[in-house]
């Protein structure tokens, strides 16, 4: 608490947490000698120092505000939890700043942080394994503020009794084991916890993902009260975009390690700009009948974080990826391209003769002849059962000369959107590339 | 044949016998599945919809027993008593209710294929994917090794496993969570079954593959022409797939509906609930009207409406009067709720309970 005089003026104009840069890598290897590689070829020395790593988190920054909800979306082994632990700095990062009410996490002494926690607080996703099975519900809540020399005995029993009560539970329960109560009553005493030491900002990490609907419902309406009641700023992780759409003010989606757009809720939900969000928004069922048949399917799996795509890294599964700026392409034979790409990629097909496999993924030939060229010898490669050389023909001639192969996408704001604090990646939207439509 | 249901479950109980007490996790439950339809099967946890479609395949370990009801499948009875029990007051077997010999060769894999929610769970670790594929086609099929294996690989091709042939060999733990859930689909389908029964299969995985799943099934569904039950708690799923759907709740199916009408026009106060409290991608909701309390124990299920407790139209009469499942509108929709005059319950005389409830306390509240 070095640095006083920064926070309470202050945070009227600053946001409440400003994240920059924030990045973490896990070392993949294992023991004292794991990342050495030994391979004798017989000419060099036989060990090569290889470390592998897992970036997790990559160059991630954004802002919440006192008081709103940011909702962080995502798939799974995107970074979603590492982002929440090297915030609340359980992991401490590898790189980057977070600056909250002011002061840098990052730079704090481990006491000067252990104090700081009074303030932030966590909701964890297993609402089982965060409760200690051989301690009464009031120990349990009232072991933050022991933690942090808040009340004495008397005021911290009485608080605990009162916070019962805001998390929708009986006070009586204070003198009760957690196995006598249900996931959702079980959450709500997580949340009583949580709530214990009166944090500023509680970030919750899939709060409602291992409860059914209905309690589900029962949990986002409590967290929502209690923000009103108690003034708090949540960051509110989860893969379920329709909790992110009802909870969040703001959302920001995670990809492979990065951001890739954030937003206003209702803007980035009727009109999402970035591919993946958009991929992601037109995937999920909607519990409607009559809207059936609406939904569309992203392809392919999530690349590895140890070795992910260059510049863009949705690239490899884009949809509207960029066509190369050397070849004279038109946006549907582009499109014919990039499924023939996929379609070798994946040995999907029966690879016969090339005249028929011609006809099966292009409309006739392509009007640029150095593209028909590489066309066709990659498809004369998987006749000949060179699948390998056909795919890396594409890849390099094809994948790799596009600029969202060449060059990583900033998180700008939009061009001629009204608010500032609209920002994608992608080179669609950015100053890079020529904005293009997509099919 | 054909105009019988492919899949005809009459009154199943199933019960587990522990030192507690007798849980009623399926009791009294009947639905059917026709030919190339998909039947869902809907509720949250504990109602009873894993232990309905394990009843169905007869997967009830003990201390659990099918106690009573009928399941006949494309005219073979699955599950089939004597009206009187024996002697000795357990449940007598027909005697054309199936061996579990005969189950194991005849029915299972063969006839009815099962997909479980958790893809690791359901391959085993220490042999390959393809092996594993290979074998189950070679023993219900009756091909030779090298048939079989060409079989395998051509089906892993078709539900969408990159390079089939090089991942033939790969180990599950090589497989991401969705191409193991494909591999499951694999073997499901690897034997042209009849019924393919989902339980979850999508619940574990992310949004986009789960979109990929749907539509391989879809697509699945046309070639084969196979039928599915699928069991599942998510709405969206539900509207995306199903063509009629079944509700449960505390292993009882309160309402039986078309998917256009359950989702437009419900008749069972717990599908109305259970629609009101989901938050949807689609539009922004205001608020959530989630359902007060949680479902209640199995063991010693509420008295006459087993939904009365939690029930926003719950009256005195629903205390007392256990409603089973009726035709209450036009359309053949089927709803277990006495407010439909099907009952003639007297619910409208009767006094409401949602203001007074002293009996239940401070207890109410989740």
Redesign the interface.
């Known amino acids: 608490m070095t640095d006083v005089s920064s926070h309470p003026e202050e945070s009227e104009e600053d946001p409440l947490v400003r994240v920059s840069g924030l990045t973490k890598h896990f070392d993949n290897s294992s023991g004292l000698l794991g990342s050495y590689e030994f391979a004798p070829d017989g000419l060099s020395f036989p060990f090569t120092h290889n470390p592998e790593t897992v970036r997790a988190v990559d160059g991630v920054s954004f802002e919440i505000e006192q008081g709103e909800t940011l909702g962080l979306v995502g ?2 082994g995107c970074g979603k939890s590492t982002l929440a632990r090297v915030l609340l700095q359980l992991l401490s990062p590898t790189d980057g700043d977070i600056h909250f009410q002011g002061e840098n996490l990052a730079e704090l002494s481990n006491e000067a942080l252990r104090q700081r926690r009074e303030d932030i607080q966590m909701i964890f996703q297993d609402p089982q394994s965060s409760l200690d099975p051989r301690m009464k519900i009031g120990a349990i809540i009232e072991e933050p503020m022991e933690a942090h020399g808040l009340r004495d005995a008397t005021g911290r029993e009485q608080r605990a009794k009162e916070l019962l009560e805001s998390v ?3 006070p ?1 329960y204070y003198d009760r084991y957690p196995h006598e109560f ?1 996931g ?2 079980r959450q709500r005493i997580n949340l009583a916890r949580a709530l214990s030491v009166d944090p500023d900002f509680v970030v919750l990490d899939e709060p409602t993902s291992a409860l ?7 949990i ?2 409590t967290l929502q009260d209690l923000q009103t009641e108690f003034g708090l700023t949540y960051l509110f992780i989860s ?1 379920d ?3 992110i ?3 969040s003010d703001r959302v920001a989606v995670m990809y492979l390690g990065e951001l890739v757009e954030v937003g206003d ?2 803007r980035l ?1 009727e009109d999402p700009r970035h591919p993946y969000t958009q ?3 037109s ?10 048949g609406e ?5 392919g ?1 999530v690349p590895s974080p140890i070795n992910p795509p260059s510049g863009c890294r949705f690239r490899t599964r884009c949809p509207a990826l960029i066509a190369p700026a050397e070849y004279d392409i038109s946006g549907s034979e582009w499109a014919d391209v990039r499924e023939l790409i996929r379609a070798v ?4 097909f029966d690879a016969d003769s090339v005249s028929h496999i011609q006809e099966q993924f292009l409309d006739g030939r392509l009007t640029d002849t150095r593209c028909q060229e590489v066309v066709t010898e990659a498809i004369e490669h998987t006749v000949a059962d060179e ?1 390998e050389r056909a795919t890396e023909l594409l890849q390099t001639e094809f994948a790799e000369k596009s600029v969202c192969a060449e060059t990583a996408p900033s998180l700008d704001s939009i061009t001629g959107e009204p608010t500032t604090d609209r920002r994608v990646a992608c080179h669609l939207h950015g100053s890079e590339g020529e904005p293009i439509q997509h099919e | 044949m054909s105009d019988t249901p492919l899949l005809k479950v009459e009154n199943l109980k199933t019960q587990f016998f522990t030192e507690a007490g007798t849980v009623q996790a399926v009791d009294g439950v009947s639905f059917t599945v026709e030919r190339g339809e998909i039947v869902g099967l809907v509720g949250e946890s504990g109602a009873g919809k894993s232990v309905a479609v394990r009843s169905i395949l007869r997967l009830i370990d003990s201390p659990g027993h099918i106690v009573g009801g009928e399941i006949t499948f494309d005219g073979k009875t699955v599950v089939g008593f004597e009206d009187e029990p024996g002697t000795d007051g357990e449940p007598t077997r027909r005697e054309e209710m199936l061996t579990n010999t005969e189950m194991r060769s005849q029915i299972r894999g063969s006839e009815i294929a099962l997909i479980f929610q958790d893809p690791m769970e359901s391959l085993n670790p220490v042999f390959t994917v393809g092996g594993q594929l290979r074998e189950l086609i070679e023993l219900n099929r009756g091909l030779s090794k090298q048939a079989a294996r060409d079989r395998a690989i051509e089906i892993l091709r078709e539900v969408g496993i990159p390079q089939p042939a090089e991942r033939f060999d790969d180990y599950p733990h090589q497989f991401s969570g969705g191409m193991r859930q494909r591999v499951l689909i694999a073997m499901a389908l690897g034997c042209e079954p009849k019924l393919i029964v989902a339980d979850e299969p999508t619940t574990a995985l992310d949004v986009t593959v789960e979109g990929q799943i749907l539509d391989l099934v879809y697509d699945l569904q046309d070639k084969y022409d196979a039928s599915f039950l699928w069991v599942t708690h998510d709405m969206g799923i539900v509207a995306e797939i199903c063509d009629r759907v079944n509700v449960m709740y505390l292993g009882e199916v309160v309402e039986r509906a078309s998917v256009d009408d359950l989702f437009y026009n419900p008749q069972h106060p717990y599908t109305e609930a259970l629609l009101n409290s989901i938050p949807r991608p689609d539009q922004s909701t205001e608020d959530l009207q989630p359902l007060e309390g949680a479902m209640p124990e199995p063991i010693n299920p509420p008295s006459g409406c087993r939904f009365h407790d939690r029930c926003p139209e719950a009256r005195e009469v629903c205390q007392r009067t256990h409603p089973d499942l009726r035709t209450v509108t036009e359309a053949g929709q089927y709803a277990a709720c006495l407010k439909h005059d099907a009952f003639e319950a007297a619910y409208e005389t009767s006094r409401p309970l949602t203001d007074e409830s002293p009996a239940a306390g401070g207890d109410r509240r989740e």
């Open positions: 798939e799974s929708g539970l009986e009586q249900s959702g009553q059914d609907v209905s309690i589900q419902a029962q986002l309406n893969h975009l329709s909790v759409r009802h909870i809720v209702d939900f991929a992601l928004l995937s999920i069922p909607v519990p409607d009948p009559r809207s059936r939904r569309s399917v992203l392809h799996d990629d994946r040995r999907s699948w």
